[in-house]
């Protein structure tokens, strides 16, 4: 599963409560304890001494104990499901027959439980040759206890059939950051009365399958499956495996018929129904297919374009073939994450709806990459129990970086990494655990920075410590032996053991089953010209966090080449004589920050300016040159830096350079030459945020001479580009009446980079009249561009007098109330605070948060309404 990320998203504020109770083990004898009664009976005054409780932290190992999150019991294995489903959409139920072909898994079993969430069970029978014997059930709303007729042992093979009715939207599990929601399958604009297609998806991780058809919901559960659909003949439906066949109804319907004949995880199990528009592919001699609503058609050729590449680089560099039968990817309205790995059949949330346009700017190749890599690592091979979770998230996160490290290039992927890095480290300020973690309060904890990004960068470092030819033939090593299988953390390890013949306990330990990360000061010496003396010391909390043995490495520059060393951390505070030589350039280490940790060295402005000239990693560059800027050189030494780092082969480079000019140059530094550098930037540069970032500087410089540029960028393909170019246009002095024109021409754009300089023009200048246009947009738009507009729509109707603000307050209400997204549910509640002074807007901001169900949005909720509480 990818999370959905929204880097818009103001920071966090999680408001913990921590609750103690203390409660005496003395027994009560008539309302006394036993103590006090016996000091009652004493003839004598005596003194009372306090023995020490010789064991003081067995309530807390107890409690630790009670809360282990065992591995679920296989006590049958389940073989295949057979579904017969209908939907009934007015009433946003399903209706289903299921025959579970299953067997006990050792020991004898008089009794069969299956996960059903939410269902009416009608009936259940064994299937006994040509017979149907009636089976006594026990149902509490969650599971079915189905009572069977006798004794059954291993060798013994049941089929289990049961008529039920499952209501997905009577759930009372609330979401949680990863899946936002809990129902499992989703009807979506069932009456058919929103302006949005009528859809019917499902997303069944972790155990929401159950919330449409009985299963054992666990992952350590495999299962093959045939399901037939019967839906409107209009409608397609997509779901694992093949499609067998399509029957047509003379009542307007028809049943689908698809067969999944490969095992997997029940969790992985998925439709998703509606009228899609199928754009068709091919790898080798399997089915790719790219499922999006009709009219972006193109969009979706482009967006999933790399599919087929994928499947090839990820399959030679696993050396296994992709193992499913096809590959679909649909994308969805309402979903309730980023994405979802179900086999053969891929969902995604309704950002990956684009037009030709703007799949011109498409960057989703991340989550694409995301998704199919877990049809090795998730699908093919799953994770036990959602304790062991990196086993799957882990993967599919460095799957990420695999991709951009081959088709971007090593720097865009170093970058991709650092972000994931930065992610998990801004987790760890509230919160430290293991990777691997027996204790949780909730399964959906699981899907946190830890389990993706701290595990990315994990494997990031292990792949760096073995090499890839060791790392890769261990991967496919685990993938081979245990495919169509379960596993644990040790599966894993073993595997690298077995294919390295090496002890990696050490590098398990502390990684996958300790809590924290290295706090690493680094100093170096370089008083003797021959052999620099590299200092490095732990200073990470010791209690709670291990003392790390860290393999790293040395980039010594001289003599226009780079020596690469390798070096082990493995004490509190350790030296390393580099022997480096006389004459060297530039030594850096750790440079391509490999090294999951926070470091802090003590380099002056020559360090930083020989990182910035010799080293060889884009991201190295890129830290050299914001120190450089930001903190160490004056005004004079910064521009011929500037003009160096504008001709960078790394993008980031060169677009950090564009946004530091303002700040780190005088204007009169900035002569015909580099003004002319920056214009050709801003119509050449490879990289569209580079020329975004150019159009946004010569808009700062001279905004009037450069309008003829503006205007002809306003027109360029990019939404990137063009974006730029207009909110260069529209933030000029002046010009009220060229820039209405502007906004008439381009008032039916809908893209959200166009949308935002519009919106910012008709609120700064005041513009009445125009609440039709924001309504109208703010109708229209969806996932992250919904997020984005929300503020400017808010803004404007707070702010123009006579615009319609009820009926923005309105709007607003029903988005915080009721969005099926927490993120836009959070942002328009965040909005309704410029309102918060007219008469009822407190009182229904209160109302909204009281019935808030994620406990994220509403600690965010409680940060924006505390003060205002207080006032009152």
Known sequence: MQRYRNNGLVAAFIFGLLFSCKTSNAPVVDGESAIGAAMTESKGIREVLATPDPNPDLGKLEMKMQGYRETPERKFDLIHTSLDLSFDYANQRVHGTALLRMKPYFFEQSQVSLDAKDFEIHDSWLVNGQEQRPLNFRYDGKRVDLFLPGNYSSSDTLLIGLRYTAKPEETTQAGGRAVTDTKGLYFINPTGTEDKPRQIWTQGETSFSSKWFPTIDHPNERQTH??????????????????????????????????????????????????????????????????????????????????????????????????????????????VSGAMENTTVSIFMESLNLDEREALDSDWDYIIAHELFHQWFGNLVTTESWSNLPLNESFADYSEYLWFEYKEGKDKADMHHLAAMEQYLDESLEKQVDLIRFHYEHEDDMFDSHSYAKGGRVLHMLRRHLGDEAFFASLRHYLTKHAYSSVEIHDLRLAFEQVTGRDLNWFFNQWFLASGHPILDIKLDTRNPESYLLTISQKQDFQTTPLYRIPFKVNLYKDGGVEEREFVLEQGTQQFALENGAAVDAVIVDEDMVLLAEKRSYRGAEAFKRQFTFAKSGVARLEALDSLTAAFLDVEDRKPLILEALEDSFSEVRGLALTRMPQAMSQEQVDEALSAKILRLAEEDPSHEVRASAIGLLGELDGERYAGVFQRLVQNPSYVVAGAALTAMMDRPGGVEAKMRMFETLKEERNIRMVVPLADFLTSEAKVGYDYWFNSKLDAMTGESLYYFIGYYGDYFASVQGSDKAGAINRLMGLAGGHPANYIRLTAFQSLFGFIDEEGVLEQVVKIHAEESDELVRNYQQFFLEPYLEEN
């Open 226 to 335: 045939d399901i037939r659909f019967r839906i409107d003949s209009a409608d397609l439906t997509i779901s694992n495996g093949r499609l067998l066949s399509q029957t047509s109804h003379a009542d307007g319907t028809r049943t689908d018929h698809w067969e999944m004949d490969l095992p997997h995880a029940p969790y992985l199990t998925a439709v998703a129904v509606g009228d899609f528009a199928k754009v068709s592919d091919k790898w080798r001699d399997v089915e790719v297919n790219y499922y999006v609503e009709r009219g972006f058609e193109k969009g979706a050729a482009r967006v999933f374009q790399h599919t087929p590449e994928m499947l090839t680089f990820f399959s030679e560099l696993l050396g296994v073939d992709y193992p499913w039968q096809k590959y679909d990817q649909v994308v969805v309205r309402d979903f």
